[in-house]
């Protein structure tokens, strides 16, 4: 540490430490309605080991508590963070202590889609593709660079128990033998730009196909393995419109590796180790056969067969991987005050609603009109991008809402007063917090 440095922290401990002693937060020694016993008789699950420091109800039980004394504090002292603040941030039971290794257990299929993790590189939005499910080939596209940047053999992929066991994300099991740390675009066009766009995947059975554009040209890219040759990756390359040019980086292959292909394309090494697949101008229709394998056993046939089938027909459709169906029964949750998942009111009725949010998150109730409901779902949803929406209380401005009330904090309470159209017919009542309308929703029926 630098001398000035070392200066501008002292000066600024003396802040620190004032700051800290100056938060005004809810503490168990001096304010009854943050003990942790409180309200577990109204909530599930209080009775589990994760839950028994936690704080229920809090600004509610906070409300009621200054409600009764009759008065409150110019500043009223505020939460104090998970567990009441007693324990650090992650509270009494941290969830870095939580193991379960249960999605190893699972049958995980030819494709896996989640960030994906090598002791060299973090892959954002991998597609990890089986190609033999046992003691196979295996490999990871990534849809930012258009390229594989990692291949291996053996296993498929497993996952750290951490966390839950999807903290560390996706890890591939067995030897890699390639790992492309070059996260940049891998494709180059003959023109003096290239512009792509990743479309996807297709699924036909076992087989995945890549299609994206490459200067407007379309690229369906499929890697594959011949069933009896689990060391052999193979790659076919389609260009049903055709293809201006271009390069394509292969990565940095083990010396062991040879790479052969099918078709007009070749492949030249730069001087730092890595292979680039070279493709001159294409007609429409055309493929190429790329095969990458042990060099003792690697041969121009592998990369002749690879041009044997058509990737067009694979965009198709195949048959169902799991064709089982499962059933399974939901519990509907106790009503035990006779509340009614169905409002009904009478034309043009006024309209006294207390809305209450016992949950442990932000909610509203709006009112729309009948079938609107995902119009107003869908501008509530896109009032993420507004600076202003909780100013707004995530409400839509469209005619199609009746009446809303005001966002509603955990333990929170607003009383909202409306008439009720003079339309008749099932009207919608919905939370409009982003994510929540597509769950939290109801009938809102008037009749004559």
Known sequence: MSPRTLLFSLLLLPSIVLAQEELNL??????????????????????????????????????????????????????PGLDAGLHGHWGLH??????????????????????????????????????????????????????YRVAWDGEYIEFDPFRWGTSRNAQPQG?????????SLAWSSASETTEVSYHGFYRHTDRVVFSYDINGSKVLDSPWSPKDETSVLLRTLSFPDGFDGGRHRLGKLPIERAVVTFGNATVIQDPNGISWLEIPELPEGSSIGLAIGASLVLTDGHARYATNLSLTELTQGGSIRWPQTISTQGTRAENPDGKAYVIEAKAGEFIKLVFENPDVMPHNVVFCTEGNL????????????????????????????????????????????????????DHHFVCTFPGHWMTMNGIFRVTE
């Open 374 to 425: 995902k119009k107003v779902g869908d501008m509530s949803f896109a009032m993420l991008n507004d600076p202003k929406a909780a100013d707004k209380h995530y409400t839509p401005d469209t005619p199609e809402v009746i009446a809303n009330s005001h966002l509603v904090f955990p333990g929170g309470k607003h009383i909202l007063h409306f008439q009720a159209p003079e339309e008749t017919g």
């Open 175 to 183: 030897t890699i033998w390639l790992a492309d740390p070059d996260d």
């Open 94 to 147: 941290s969830e870095n202590d939580h193991e379960d290794g249960r999605w190893n257990d699972i049958d995980m299929g030819t494709v896996w889609r989640q960030t994906f993790r090598t002791p060299e590189l973090n892959i954002g939005k991998a597609v990890s593709v089986r190609l033999v499910e046992e003691d196979g080939i295996s490999t990871t596209f990534d849809p930012l660079t258009l390229s």
């Open 26 to 79: 809810a503490n168990p020694d001096t304010h009854s309605y943050i003990e942790a016993s409180g309200s577990r008789d109204v909530h599930l699950y209080t009775d589990a080991e994760v839950n028994e420091a936690r704080i229920y109800d809090f600004y509610q039980r906070q409300a009621d508590y200054y409600m009764e004394q009759g008065s409150w504090p110019e500043i009223i002292p505020a939460f």
